[in-house]
């Protein structure tokens, strides 16, 4: 009898490992990464979140050992800790191989509701509708969004796993500004040239993964963020469009984990040379194509202990072909491009970043202080040489403290990206995507200074507050970037600075129906005209999705 229950579980274990190694990406907008990020940052588990998105295995393993320690979790955290489970754990029974009848509009076994789910453990499918508004006015006018779409997600036998995220999106208002340089939100693409106070645009995450012992291998268009920031990420952000990706996530031991990604930008330069009539009339008779662009990263993270968190990287911006060896891992982009440019041909070159982040989790008990750096062009051998140095470079420096009072975190950061950070003088080779720098949504020369706080009152309520002072210089041109001597000073040809106060409250009354509400208040100065403006917006918003 006792062998015949070793087996069973025995059995039952191996499917649920099984199933659990479906790779599904996480939605970098869920309420599950602030409440994962503090546990880390208090030490109660480890989480490898330096490359986001992470996928809801990672989330539901830290959840599980969560769950082991729920002696060390207050109230409201079991609370939470409960209602992730719920959204995390498997929608199926691990050992049915029946098939499953159709399921429209009910709970779930974990009292879940779903929209729609039909299947068992070999193929399984899920779909939930996404749809919601957001409203904001005051003295800069009022804006809207609003949107529909749906979330589908398929798990297919062992290892598969597929997603899909659609939603066809509105905003305008007379508030509203087409270009949307001056915003942290995820830019859409408008759809007819002729509009300029509203757009319309599809937000589509999608990703094709298989799950291996130690790597997940995904094909996808989506967001990558790499390195911490409250306010923005230097290295790569949130603010561009999604992109069609390949993505290889290794980790072999536990002290080092290693990340791939070879992506297509959109460059935003037209190829002249492929251009050709129509023989036709019609959108001016012509066809016209883009310069195909690419982005490739690699990055390695050592972990010599608990709680601390090397991580070092490279990318490379190249253009006008797809190139076989950048597919390669790990090669070192910037050798490759020596060999191509026959080491001294800068009009053959490609665009090579470096980039590095230190974090330190609970070092200092319930504290994270971090640090990353973006090195687009640095001569060091000039480096402290006023006439010939060529700093361009980003920094971000932060720290958080948390339960100051219970549920209380409090932290502070500090951003600065020199001048010509991102440009290059080969226009498909910039470090954008459709027109956007890839990293800190402000671009190049401006400071930022934040302190912030994060309270939660009560189960899945989140309010944030900051105070935060922004300096913005010009843009500057090409002829300062590469032949001015000294370079520009920092924040030359000032721009405009701005103070704000901003709070934001964002509840998730049931799984993924969220309630926003928020208030900012800002004092900014233009000083290109010398004119002063105190700006006041509030918003509101019912979404159920993101």
């Keep these: ?102 399921s429209l509009f009910r709970k779930d076994a974990l009292q879940r509701w779903r929209a729609a789910s039909l299947g068992n453990q070999s193929f399984f499918i899920q779909i939930d509708p996404v749809t919601g508004a957001t409203l904001s006015s005051g003295s800069q006018k009022g804006t809207h969004e609003y949107g529909n779409g749906f979330h589908t997600k398929i798990f297919m036998g062992k290892r598969f796993a597929f997603q899909m995220y659609y939603r066809d999106i509105s905003r305008g208002g007379n508030g509203f500004t087409i270009d949307q340089y001056n915003t942290e939100q995820t830019v859409g693409l408008k759809l007819d040239s002729n509009q300029t106070k509203s757009i319309n645009f599809t937000d589509l995450r999608t990703a094709l993964a298989y799950q291996g012992k130690n790597y997940t291998l995904t094909i996808g268009n989506d967001h990558i963020n790499w390195g911490y920031g409250q306010r923005g990420k230097i290295v790569m952000g949130n603010k561009i469009p999604s992109f069609p990706f390949i993505r290889l996530d290794y980790k072999p031991v536990n002290w080092f984990v290693f990340n791939y990604s070879h992506t297509w930008l959109q460059s935003n330069a037209i190829d002249s040379n492929r251009i050709y009539n129509l023989g036709n009339s019609i959108y001016g008779g012509r066809r016209e194509q883009y310069i195909p662009s690419y982005l490739v990263t690699h990055t390695a993270t050592l ?203 964002r509840f998730e009354l049931i799984h993924h129906l969220y309630v926003i509400a928020s208030l900012s208040m800002k004092n900014r100065r233009d000083l290109v005209n010398n004119t002063r403006n105190t700006l006041q917006q509030s918003q509101i918003g019912l979404n159920f999705g993101w």
């Design 1 to 102: 009898m006792r062998i015949r229950l070793f087996l069973v579980l025995l059995f039952v274990s191996i499917n649920v490992a099984a199933v659990y190694s479906q790779a599904f990406w996480e939605d970098t907008r869920s309420m599950v990464y602030p409440f994962l990020t503090r546990m880390a940052d208090k030490g109660l588990i480890a989480l490898d979140d330096i490359i986001q998105p992470i996928t809801q295995t990672q989330i539901l393993e830290a959840l599980q050992q969560l769950k082991k320690q729920a002696s060390d979790l207050n109230q409201l955290e079991k609370s939470e800790l409960q209602f992730f489970l719920r959204e995390y754990e498997l929608p199926f029974n691990t050992i049915d191989t029946s098939a499953q009848s159709l």
């Design 303 to 505: 972990i010599p202990r608990k709680g601390v968190a090397f991580s070092l990287g490279e990318s490379i911006v190249y253009s006008d072909r797809f190139f076989v060896p950048y597919l390669f891992p790990m090669m070192f982009f910037k050798v490759i491009d020596v060999t191509n440019r026959m080491g001294y041909n800068n009009l053959a070159s490609a665009n090579t970043q470096l980039f590095t982040q230190l974090s330190l989790r609970n070092i200092v008990p319930r504290t994270n202080i971090y640090g990353t750096i973006f090195v687009d062009e640095l001569r060091l051998k000039a480096i402290f040489n006023k006439n010939k140095s060529r700093n361009q470079f980003g920094f971000t420096l932060g720290t958080i403290y948390h339960d100051l009072i219970p549920n209380l975190s409090i932290g502070t950061e500090y951003t600065r990206v020199n001048p010509f950070v991102y440009a290059n003088f080969i226009p498909a080779q910039q470090y954008k995507h459709a027109g956007y720098a890839i990293g800190d949504w402000m671009g190049n020369n401006f400071d930022r200074f934040t302190l912030y706080a994060n309270y939660k009152p009560l189960p899945r309520l989140l309010l944030n507050a900051r105070v935060e002072r922004i300096r913005k210089g010009g843009e500057g041109s090409l002829l300062q970037q590469y032949f001015a001597e000294p370079q520009p000073r920092f924040l030359f040809n000032s721009q405009w600075n701005s103070t704000e106060f901003y709070v934001h409250g």
